[in-house]
């Protein structure tokens, strides 16, 4: 699989997911969710500051920086990688694994990169708007990832005999994530169950 059609994945599943971002961002208010398809398939919107799940380096300015910029080594690093893999002639899946992990990172890093310079802060009572260059709601490098898709397919209450949890909330599947996450887990699942077919057994020895 040429390089070129490695960017042409990546630069598709970028538009898809920044245009999905920037619509929810500007037309939703923080918190606000759309049903879809029933309740199990809802548009709700949040922001994630750190990593996947909230997870965060350290709950400081300083640890989102950390964290930007370890995304653009990587980010940058992959393009590099995925040149070398068409150069050596790499399996067309593990091309297309490697340009899905690659576009859901460069998507997740253009929200920390630029959204706090451009947007203004999205609250449970004001929708966001752009804004002109430098007066958004934070510094370059400190933007937070939007988030929209949710699948609470499950929303009821353990039995109340279940020892420990009992009367409490069930709720599967409760993470609430976008495209770019899509495109990473996509990519990360479907290599690790078809490797053997995607990797050659000698590059594996390599």
């Known amino acids: 699989m040429k390089y070129r059609y490695s960017i042409l994945i990546i630069l598709l599943i970028l538009i898809l997911d920044q245009w999905s971002k920037i619509y929810i961002k500007t037309h939703f208010l923080y918190g606000e969710s759309v049903n879809v398809l029933g309740t199990w398939f809802q548009l709700c919107f949040i922001e994630n500051e750190g990593m996947a799940f909230g997870m965060k380096i350290m709950d ?5 920086l950390i964290l930007t910029l370890f995304r653009l080594i990587a980010v940058t690093f992959g393009f590099f990688w995925i040149a070398r893999l068409a150069k050596k ?5 593990l091309m ?3 340009s899905l992990i690659l576009a859901g990172a460069a ?4 929200d920390s990169i630029f959204y ?3 947007f203004s802060d999205s609250t449970s009572m004001t929708v966001a708007e752009w804004v002109p260059w430098g007066e958004g709601y934070g510094d370059l490098l400190h933007g937070r990832v939007v988030d929209m898709l949710y699948f609470p397919m499950i929303d009821t209450q353990w039995p109340k005999w279940v020892p420990f949890v009992g009367g409490n909330r069930l709720r599967f599947f ?4 976008n495209i ?3 495109a990473i887990s996509t990519g990360v699942i479907t290599l690790l169950v078809f490797q053997r077919k995607f990797i ?3 590059q594996n020895k390599k």
Do not use: M, R, W, Y
């Not at 998507?107 to 253009?110: A, E, I, S, T, V």
């Open 116 to 118: 706090a310079k451009i």
């Open 174 to 177: 409760e993470p609430i994530f």
């Open 200 to 202: 050659p057994q000698h």
């Open 107 to 110: 998507g997740n890093l253009l």
């Open 180 to 182: 770019a996450d899509v």
């Open 96 to 98: 297309i694994c490697a």
């Open 89 to 93: 002639g790499a399996t067309k899946g």
């Open 60 to 64: 400081s300015n300083l640890g989102k």
